[in-house]
């Protein structure tokens, strides 16, 4: 049986790659650019780490992002299984010393990569924001004053820190998540609860 894996690039790519051989996956990193690798009946593909859930949708047997990014893109596909890395969370952040709860934001611009779990976490709470959409570096729309806060990861704190920033509310806690198709939790069925039950093991 041929199985495809979305792995995602950047910065969680090392602890899958760990992560996968203890359950008895060998990952094998393409050769120079391209963006595809196979090993004992595996193929790996290499999207950018937002990308993942939408190759999971769209065909792709399993794959392995943050569930940031799950609630972000809202793409249907399965997620049933945590996995014990990528662990941060995310938070709606002010410049330090500002004293607000997001109650009180009526009318804010907030500034995110995120506009969905933004707008989703707002709406519950009945405040209208104005969402600014931003690639990265987040931190410094809230620093330079474009926007009055933002919604952001942190993990140690030191972004924030070192911008003069502060967690005013946990959104959410993040990890890395194993995504499964739709089409393939059924077809793959034996081979999916395989795998599912030995990351259980370890974790
Ligand atoms: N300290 C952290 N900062 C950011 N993301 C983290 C952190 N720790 C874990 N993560 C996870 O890693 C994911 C981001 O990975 P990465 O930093 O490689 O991507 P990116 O730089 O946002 O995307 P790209 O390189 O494709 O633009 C997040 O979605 C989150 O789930
Ligand atoms: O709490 P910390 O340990 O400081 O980590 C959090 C920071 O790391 C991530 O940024 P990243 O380096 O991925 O760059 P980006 O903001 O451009 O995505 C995240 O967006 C925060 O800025």
Redesign the pocket.
């Known amino acids: 049986m041929k199985i495809s894996i979305a792995l ?1 690039s ?3 790519l090392k602890d899958t790659k760990y992560f996968l051989e203890n359950v008895g996956i060998k990952v094998k990193e393409p050769d120079s650019r391209e963006l595809i690798s196979s090993l004992n009946g595996y193929t790996f593909y290499f999207p ?3 990308d993942v859930p939408v190759y999971v949708e769209n065909g792709v047997d399993l794959g392995i ?5 799950v609630l972000e893109r809202k793409n249907e596909v399965y997620v049933p299984v945590d996995l014990p890395f ?3 969370r995310m938070s709606l952040i002010v410049p330090k010393g500002k004293k607000i709860t997001p109650e009180k934001m009526e009318g804010f611009k907030i500034a995110t ?1 995120y506009p969905e779990i933004t707008q989703d976490f707002f709406l519950e709470r009945g405040v209208k924001v104005k969402i600014l959409k931003l690639n ?1 570096a987040v931190e410094l729309a809230a620093k330079v004053g474009i926007a009055d806060a933002i919604v952001d ?1 942190v ?1 140690t704190g030191n972004t924030l820190r070192a911008n003069d920033l502060e967690e005013v509310y946990k959104i959410i806690d ?1 990890s ?1 998540v194993l995504l499964v198709n739709r089409i393939t939790q059924k077809t793959k069925f034996d081979f999916v609860n395989d795998l599912i039950t030995k990351i259980r093991k370890i974790k």
């Not at 992002?65 to 990014?69: A, L, R, T, V």
């Open positions: 995602p950047g910065r969680l950018r780490v937002f992002c943050g569930s940031d990014i990528g662990k941060c990569k990265g990861i993990d993040i890395a």
